[in-house]
C-alpha cells in the first residue's frame, strides 16, 4: 500500500509570489491534515480536510488555503509568500472519520522564500 | 496552539542507556500517541495509548499514561544511535462531531554511540 504522497519535495520562491502543494493520501483514507513545521514555532496546525469539507482549521492569515477533491487528494495554497512562510509543509492522512485512529505522514514540502 | 508540553526539550545519553521523555496536557483526552520525526522527514507514529489504559508497550518502547495527572511519559529501553530523533506527543480530544489531535513541542533525543 503506498503512503502519504507529498509534491513536490523541495521549492524556492519568491517573496509576493504563490504556491501550491499536493498531498495524496492513503489509499481508502479520507481525511487529510496539513501542519506548518518551523524552528521557532514547531508543529503547527494548518487544517483538516474530511470527505472534501474542511472541518476544522487552526490560527492561520487567510492567505492559507486548501482544498481536497472527490478522490481524497488535497492541495494547499499560499498566496503573497512572506520569509516567515519558510517551512517544512506536512501533510497526514488517518482512515478513521472520527479522527482518533493514528496519523500517516508524508515526508513534507520544504518551502524557501526569498 | 499546543495542549502538549514536552519535557525535557533535549536530551542527550549514551548508547544502552535508557530515555524517557514526558507529556503533560491541559483537556480531557480520548487517547495519547508519539511520534519520532528524524532530521527534515515526515513524523511517523510509535504508539496509541488511549484514555482508559495505564501502560503500553511495543519492543522497546514503555508508553505510560496517568489522566489524573493530564501527563505520559514515553520510555527508551536500551538506546541506540538510531534513535537519534525527535519525539512528539499528541492528544486526541473529541470536539464538534469528532477527534482533534494536537501536538506538543517535541523532545530532542540524541544517542551517543
Known amino acids: 500500500k503506498a503512503g502519504v504522497t507529498q509534491t513536490p519535495r523541495y521549492l524556492i520562491k519568491t517573496r509576493g509570489q504563490q504556491v501550491t502543494l499536493s498531498c495524496s493520501p492513503i489509499s481508502g483514507h479520507r481525511s487529510v491534515s496539513w501542519y506548518q513545521q518551523t524552528p521557532g514555532q514547531g508543529l503547527q496546525f494548518l487544517f483538516e480536510y474530511f470527505s472534501e469539507t474542511q472541518r476544522n482549521k487552526g490560527n492561520f492569515p487567510g492567505r492559507f488555503s486548501g482544498r481536497q477533491f472527490s478522490n481524497s487528494r488535497s492541495e494547499m495554497n499560499v498566496s503573497t509568500l512572506e520569509l516567515g512562510d519558510s517551512a517544512l509543509y506536512l501533510c497526514a492522512s488517518i482512515n478513521s472519520g472520527s479522527g482518533a485512529g493514528e496519523l500517516f505522514f508524508g515526508e513534507g514540502s520544504r518551502l524557501t522564500v526569498l | 496552539s499546543q495542549q502538549g508540553e514536552e519535557d525535557p526539550q533535549a536530551l542527550s545519553i549514551q548508547e544502552g542507556e535508557n530515555a524517557t521523555m514526558n507529556c503533560s496536557y491541559k483537556t480531557s483526552i480520548n487517547n495519547l500517541q508519539w511520534y519520532r520525526q528524524n532530521s527534515g522527514r515526515g513524523l511517523v507514529h510509535l504508539i496509541l495509548?488511549?484514555?482508559?489504559?495505564r501502560e503500553k508497550h511495543s519492543g522497546r518502547l514503555r508508553v505510560t499514561l496517568d489522566t489524573s495527572k493530564k501527563s505520559s511519559s514515553l520510555l527508551i529501553t536500551a538506546s541506540r544511535a538510531a534513535d537519534t530523533a525527535s519525539y512528539f506527543c499528541a492528544t486526541a480530544s473529541f470536539s464538534g462531531g469528532y477527534n482533534k489531535l494536537i501536538f506538543g513541542a517535541g523532545t530532542r533525543l540524541a544517542v551517543h554511540p
Open positions: 495509548i488511549r484514555s482508559n489504559e
